[in-house]
């Protein structure tokens, strides 16, 4: 799962606390097959658990066909409605020949429910994690950006969320500061720089004014598969209203000038069915400052649940926060430095 699986609610428990929300304590095996079964997929009994946090997702082996992805979404995360719209997203993309996967229409509907789980159907799709070490597959990269804005750009979204520093940031920051995770001594500088930072944000986005589209909402490398076809979107979970720069900046990684050449190539390939605006560029290092933000929140607001201090261990310790504050201090002055100019 990814830093920005996000938009939860609720108190976390201290670090240490076992706690007893674990939504998916009843999704056994037998219960999976029971629902793949319930929409008319006729199952051969082998269930594959695959890489999720924020929800639980599984490859279920089908007879006499190929396996299929079963999701089942974690309870009172998103509305029906919210659900609604990712497909409804998929689908539109998917009907412009654009490559993700999208949900499987079964009986009218793409979202079922079984045994108070709420649940959807996937094909299986293959591939690996994009390198993006070369210009072409750069290129390829942003034309697939371009293509899938350019229908982004064609609707709106009412029931999802958008990016904005309220709930990224300032409810983020509040989330860490009142759970208990930070340690007394890390606390008050915590406190300072988050609220610089979060501030530096939001005066970054005024001052760009971006427009805002529907977007992936979650565009690192591990969101996106690759095969001799090109890349493709396997979940569309974090679609969201927010600029188009979101999108491209987690594909950006090592030393400025290699990040400029990087968005360079990106830029080639997007220009070709979508503009860019290149104001925002500016936004890229705010923006990984509010992720930053988010990102430990994400994980304070699901402690609870028993996956995370397993996957995460390193959330509950000093050293953690002794480090992320240096690297929020880091990123408030980056914010300080002129853009990238690909």
């Not at 979107?233 to 400025?256: H, I, Y």
Request: proline content about 8%.
């Amino acid at each position: 799962m990814s830093p920005s699986r996000e938009h939860s609610v609720g108190t976390p428990s201290p670090p240490g606390s076992s706690g007893s929300f674990q939504p998916f304590d009843a999704l056994l095996p037998d219960r999976i097959v029971a629902a793949t079964e319930a929409v008319g997929l006729l199952s051969d009994g082998r269930v594959l658990a695959l890489g999720s946090y924020e929800n639980r997702v599984y490859q279920v082996g089908i007879e006499d066909a190929d396996p299929v992805v079963v999701k089942f979404y974690r309870p009172d995360r998103w509305s029906d409605a919210a659900i609604g719209e990712e497909h409804a997203f998929a689908l539109e993309l998917a009907r412009a020949d654009i490559p993700v996967v999208a949900p499987l229409v079964i009986g009218g509907a793409t979202l079922h429910v079984f045994a108070d789980y709420r649940f959807a159907v996937f094909p299986r799709r293959g591939g690996h994690w994009p390198e993006l070490g070369t210009s072409d597959d750069r290129q390829w990269m942003g034309r697939f950006l371009g293509r899938l804005h350019a229908v982004g750009r064609a609707g709106m979204f009412h029931e999802r969320p958008a990016l904005d520093v309220r709930q990224f940031g300032v409810e983020a920051r509040e989330t860490i500061l009142d759970g208990g995770f930070l340690p007394d001594y890390v606390e008050a500088r915590y406190a300072d720089v988050t609220e610089e930072l979060v501030a530096a944000v939001g005066d970054a986005l005024s001052a760009v004014s971006p427009r805002r589209l529907r977007i992936h909402g979650d565009c690192h490398r591990g969101n996106v598969l690759w095969t001799p076809g090109g890349p493709h979107f396997v979940d569309l979970d974090d679609c969201m209203t927010g600029p188009a720069v979101q999108d491209l900046w987690m594909l950006l990684s090592g030393p400025r000038a290699e990040m400029t050449v990087q968005a360079a190539d990106l830029l080639e390939g997007y220009d070709q069915f979508a503009e860019f605006d290149r104001a925002e560029l500016a936004l890229i290092e705010p923006l990984r400052g509010l992720r930053m933000v988010h990102y430990s929140a994400w994980l304070a607001r699901r402690w609870d649940d028993p996956a995370f201090p397993r996957a995460f261990p390193w959330f509950a310790e000093p050293r953690y926060w002794e480090r992320h504050v240096v690297e929020l201090q880091e990123q408030l002055e980056a914010l300080g430095q002129e853009p990238i100019r690909p």
